[in-house]
């Protein structure tokens, strides 16, 4: 990893640095996001990259900069030289094109057929729930709405995180898309980190147990624990 540069800090709306010292590679983060995911197959690729925080605090994301960049107004973004990538499923499949020796993408067609399964269900399953919580203001103007949109919102997350749980402990295998590490076991540490937050305060260890063994398996990757270390989280416990 090149170095943390911050948006605010003159990164300008375009991915190419013009510095040919720099990575082509560079990746929008914010320190718990779903950009986690990214971050951790990056380093455990052991590609050479750069970050750039976006400070959500400050409202980064939706400066006129970073609109140029992503309308979307989210992260990660994933800069290849010129190329912007966003949307975690497409960013995660395209680091493990860079890097085929990891192995980090299946071969094998169920093996790759779940972990597709597990990027999907992530990104348009429990992220959506997720955002019902966190962002009510999407979803409803008035206050009662957006109080029943945050409940509605905190019922479907337990549900799906539950789901999720009964799909790991079902399939008895040590990682999500089988015997192997793939990129779905670092999307869904980014889950695991929501379910022990503030906003879900879920018991992890306690009610979701096959979903935390494989947490706390990922931490014995150092590449795991540096990027948990780099974002300020704490390692499963
Ligand atoms: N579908 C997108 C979702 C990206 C997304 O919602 N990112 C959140 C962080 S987890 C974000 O940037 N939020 C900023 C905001 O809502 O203003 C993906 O999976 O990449």
């Not at 003159?10 to 990214?38: E, F, N, Q, V, W």
């Not at 750069?50 to 409202?59: I, P, T």
Request: proline fraction near 6%.
């Amino acid at each position: 990893m090149a170095g943390v540069r911050h948006f605010a800090v003159a990164i300008g709306a375009t991915c190419t640095s013009g510095d040919d010292r720099m990575p082509k590679l560079r990746l929008y983060y914010s320190p718990g996001a779903c950009s986690l995911a990214p971050h951790l197959v990056l380093e455990q690729a052991g590609l050479d990259y750069e970050l750039v925080r976006v400070d959500f605090a400050a409202g980064e994301q939706r400066s006129e900069d970073y609109l140029k960049l992503n309308p979307k107004g989210r992260v990660p973004v994933l800069c290849d030289g010129d190329a912007v990538i966003t949307e975690n499923p497409a960013i995660l499949r395209y680091i493990t094109r860079l890097a085929p020796e990891r192995e980090l993408w299946p071969s094998e067609p169920l093996a790759e057929a779940r972990c597709a399964e597990w990027l999907a269900f992530l990104s348009s399953g429990l992220h959506p729930a997720y955002a019902h919580i966190r962002r009510p203001e999407r979803y409803a103007s008035g206050e009662e709405a957006r109080r029943d949109v945050v409940e509605t919102g905190k019922a479907a997350a337990r549900a799906l995180w539950e789901m999720a749980e009964a799909k790991l402990a079902g399939a008895g295998d040590l990682h999500a898309a089988g015997a192997a590490l793939s990129v779905a076991d670092f999307y869904l540490l980014v889950f695991w980190n929501w379910g022990r937050g503030s906003v879900l305060g879920y018991d992890m260890p306690g009610d979701f147990p096959a979903w935390t063994a494989l947490a706390r398996r990922l931490t014995e990757l150092p590449a795991v624990r540096a990027v948990l270390e780099r974002e300020g989280l704490s390692l499963p416990a």
